[in-house]
């Protein structure tokens, strides 16, 4: 079975600055998909970004960028220049990736609030 | 599209009493899901469905049960619904195309 860790419960940075969140993850499958996802106050689960773990190339999305190492099974969420509305509950979650009979579901870590300041 | 939707947004049960918690999606997606949020949990699969008239349990399914007639609709129903049951209730479906989920709003369910 699969197993993701957060271990920051919170976090706070002001408004323009850079925050890192960590997540770290448990598998022994190799075909696989990470993501991260926000979850504002109105409690909508929105996708900010996603990675292939065949891929290299660490994924980017604006001011979204992680830190993917498949060795270490660590999958960190960079957000730059920090705004506002970027406060949020923010989710890692694992899925296996196709071909197997636990496609589809995802595994979640327990979450990260993030505050962001004036 | 109106992607995922769910109804109801929120609901007050007392233990015991059964409800019925809808969920469709209008993106022709295969595979659909429920998932229940609790404080400090994040989220957890309680079931989900590959295709019409099949479904399959998840991590969490006992007192939930669902069906799937359809492609669009998957359904969750509590049958004696129990104060254990109180959380906020997702459902998402999956594009085979990306591999990514796309939830519903969610229902926030309260059981007395």
């Known amino acids: 079975a699969q197993t993701v860790t957060q271990s920051q419960p919170e976090m706070s940075v002001q408004e323009a600055e850079t925050v890192t969140l960590s997540c770290t993850y448990d598998?022994?499958?190799?075909?696989?998909?990470l993501f991260w996802y926000k979850q504002p106050p109105s409690r909508q689960m929105i996708l900010v970004i996603r990675q292939e773990a065949y891929k290299q190339q660490n994924a980017t999305e604006n001011r979204f960028s992680v830190n993917f190492q498949k060795a270490a099974k660590s999958f960190s969420l960079k957000i730059s220049d920090s705004q506002l509305g970027d406060t949020a509950m923010y989710f890692c979650?694992?899925?296996?990736?196709?071909?197997?009979?636990?496609?589809?579901?995802?595994?979640f870590g327990q979450g990260t609030i993030l505050t962001v300041h004036p | 599209n109106a992607g995922v939707t769910q109804t109801p947004k929120f609901q007050v049960l007392k233990t015991g009493q059964s409800m019925t918690l809808q969920c469709a999606q209008d993106?022709?997606?295969?595979?659909m899901s429920w998932y229940r949020q609790d404080p400090g949990m994040g989220l957890r699969l309680i079931h989900y469905s590959v295709g019409a008239g099949i479904t399959d349990q998840g991590e969490v399914p006992n007192g939930y049960n669902v069906s799937r007639s359809t492609t669009e609709d998957f359904p969750l129903r509590l049958l004696s619904a129990a104060p254990s049951q109180t959380s906020v209730y997702f459902c998402?479906?999956?594009?085979?195309?990306?591999?990514?989920?796309?939830f519903g709003p969610g229902t926030r369910l309260t059981v007395l």
């Open positions: 998402a479906s999956i594009d085979w195309n990306s591999d990514t989920q796309y």
């Open positions: 979650a694992f899925m296996k990736g196709a071909g197997g009979t636990s496609y589809g579901k995802l595994t």
């Open positions: 993106m022709n997606h295969e595979y």
């Open positions: 598998t022994s499958e190799s075909n696989y998909y």
